[in-house]
């Protein structure tokens, strides 16, 4: 499993916080009924994303089995929660677990992007999957009405067989496009937001693709979810990190930052940074109230960023908790060879391994951090592998929805998200949104913009 090590979030006499056990313990009854509620809507089938696991994959097996064997790059048309999680899988495993095939994800709508993605893939050989839940995303829509474009006229017949989409089983114009066209579809189930969906059809059809093994990522996640139906925040890595994160922020810890120690890992904190701002970051409570809230996620690279974000982290404004993640077997790794053996600047790193060094600065920063009094936890890879991302994506999506009820906001939605898209629609003139365009006029207007 995973390892959660979080002494040096707790007072000790490593850590001087304002987090004794004891505070920790006062918050017993809270946890409790947050439990109770996590329970009472996943009866109510509420919460997709802890059924996951237990949902068949047969469909994606049979796809990938049936599938062209001159395909060896799939291209990701989606963004947000549609995106985050493949890029992330896909970073962690690629090199780790030698895929065998490739995965560009096309995120966002800046053009050089696109062409810099399309002068790399070879168009015969590439499967498009346009994903979105919603099926309105003008990001992604954009993205597919160019390469579906490209496709139709490269490969007038068979252009069917060469895109694929993943989208609401029912609702929204893709699901019409797929019926019309004849597309193959796959489905983001209604009760799974899109954020918490890599482990739906979202990102399991990538990963297949590229070779991981899907089976194990699903293992892994039901492994950490049976761990995770705990209401005893000792035994629940989830419940007691969002319990901690909570008390935290309450303390005026307005920032989260999570460092991997390690590149492969690195889009992991990408998917998390969405899952806890979308998720935790509030105007308002579940009643409705005014209250504000959220903790804003960072991410950070080990070792890299030492040199860029330490000194801020270690003397800076005392408002961030931190979380490190630490690989502990490397599949590829390099013994640094004693070059000069009598120079003393250089000679001490001689015979010792690349991961070593990596691990041992990784201690070296949990320490300076301990001593300036930062609050720091630990998650441990024994090694990167589709079984252990599993886990951490389970663990970190129960923490959010339990996080949320401490919170006392709904974690599942995000209003905050339509007022651009609402603004975005006006400026490139949709139907329906006269008015936002006459204020947006307005508001050009008094800027001097027009
Ligand atoms: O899958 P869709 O509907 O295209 O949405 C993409 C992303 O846009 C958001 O709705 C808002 O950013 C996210 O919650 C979501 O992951």
Partial sequence: MLKYEY??????KHIRSNLPKEKVLEWIDQVKNAHREIMAEHNANLLGFYDLPDCSTKHIDDF??????????????????????????????????????????????????????????????TLVNVITKSGTTAETMAGYMIVADIFKRKFPK????????????????????????????????????????????VG??????????????????????????NPNIWENPAYLNGLIHFLYYRQGKNISVMMPYSNSLYDLADWYRQLWAESLGKRKDIKGREIYVGQTPVKALGTTDQHSQVQLYTEGPNDKVFTFLTVEYFKH?????????????????????????????????????????????NIVFPQIDAYHLGQFIMLYEIQTVFTGKLLCINPLDQPGVEAGKIATYALMNKKGYDQERTEIEQYKKDRGLT
């Fill in 7 to 12: 002494h040096n979030l707790l007072a000790s």
């Fill in 204 to 229: 399991l059809l990538s990963s297949a693709f590229t070779g991981i093994d899907i089976k194990a990522l699903l293992k892994g996640a039901k492994d950490m979810r049976e761990i995770c139906w």
């Fill in 64 to 125: 990938i089995a049936n599938l062209n064997p001159v395909f060896d790059t799939m291209l990701v048309l989606g963004i947000g929660g549609s995106a985050l999680g493949n890029k992330a899988l896909y970073s962690a495993l690629k090199t780790e677990a030698e895929l065998p095939r490739k995965l560009f994800v096309y995120d966002n709508v800046d053009p050089v992007f696109l062409y810099e993605i399309l002068s790399q893939i070879n168009l015969e050989k």
């Fill in 333 to 377: 790794d390099y013994t640094i060879p004693n070059l000069h053996p009598d120079r003393e600047e250089v000679n001490y790193l001689g015979g010792k391994k690349l991961s070593e060094l990596l691990n041992a600065e990784r201690f070296a920063t949990e320490i300076a951090l301990s001593q300036a009094m930062r609050p720091n936890a």
């Fill in 158 to 201: 068979d252009y069917q067989k060469r895109i694929i989409i993943t989208t609401d089983k029912e609702k929204g114009f893709l699901r019409q496009v797929i019926n019309q066209e004849g597309y193959t579809g796959f489905t983001v189930p209604d009760n799974v937001g899109g954020r918490f969906s890599v482990l739906s059809d």
